[in-house]
């Protein structure tokens, strides 16, 4: 009885912490490691030491320029850590592949006595011929097909936060967008060269390098989406 009770105990607290683990969302891998170093050294310069970018200097006696009005000069794409660009997110994947496999194996062994004892002149031979035989086939044959197609187009708005001593910028953009209790989170990372940046301050995301893009949703669609825990439970460990 008491061996009863433990078991219902253990059984019941794999039940909880199943139910307590993740739904294993795939998460955004961190950038490579040598963008990493190169955000910290000597030279970089990161948004948290430029809060002071936005203060604008007052304006000499007598000029010319009002503070609130554009550079007629200036170049109006993102070069400074605090600057926004757009990037036109336009990703389309398409794989398709397919494999066929056969292998045939045939074995076959025939061994056959047609005499037991030979005397002088003589031979004694069985009335039935004794014989071997021996055969074996294997066959395989496996086929398999992949088809797959992504495609997701969008705008975002991102901000530099980083500028790399090699003058490369580092830009993050996010947006959320609330629509009857669904969220839909769109993010985006990466590495951008100011040379790629267009005249109109856009990038393309084919010119985002180490770029994260991610889009999914949180609320009642994506709930019902998930599979429930004891399903999840019981199709990891039953073995059949």
């Known amino acids: 009885m008491k061996l009863t009770k433990t078991l219902l105990t253990f059984s019941a607290a794999a039940l909880l912490l199943t139910g307590c683990e993740g739904y294993g969302r795939p998460a955004l891998e961190p950038m490579a490691p040598s963008v990493s170093q190169q955000m910290q050294m000597p030279g970089t310069q990161q948004i948290s030491q430029m809060n002071n970018m936005y203060i604008r200097p007052r304006p000499a006696a007598g000029s010319l320029w009002q503070p609130d009005s554009n550079q007629f000069f200036k170049d109006p794409r ?20 397919e494999a066929n496999t ?34 074996r086939d294997s066959e395989f044959t496996g086929e398999g097909t992949t088809d797959r197609s992504d495609r997701l187009q969008a705008r975002i708005a991102a901000v530099v936060t980083t500028k790399l001593p090699n003058g490369y910028l580092v830009v993050e953009g996010r947006r959320e967008v609330l629509v009857n209790y669904e969220k839909q989170i769109l993010t985006i990372q990466g590495v951008v060269r100011p040379e790629d940046i267009a005249a109109n301050n856009t990038i393309s995301s084919d010119k985002v390098a180490e770029a994260r893009i991610s889009y999914n949703g949180q609320g009642v669609v994506d709930e019902v989406q998930n599979q429930p825990y004891g399903a999840r439970f019981l199709q990891r460990w039953l073995p059949f």
Not at 106 to 127: M, V, Y
């Open 78 to 97: 993102a070069a400074q850590v605090g600057d926004i660009l757009t990037i036109v997110v336009s990703e389309a994947a398409e794989a398709a592949s």
């Open 102 to 135: 056969e292998t045939t194996h045939e074995n076959d062994t025939q061994t056959g006595i047609s005499s037991l004892f030979r005397a002088a002149g003589e031979t004694i031979a069985p009335k039935v011929t004794q014989v071997l035989d021996t055969s």
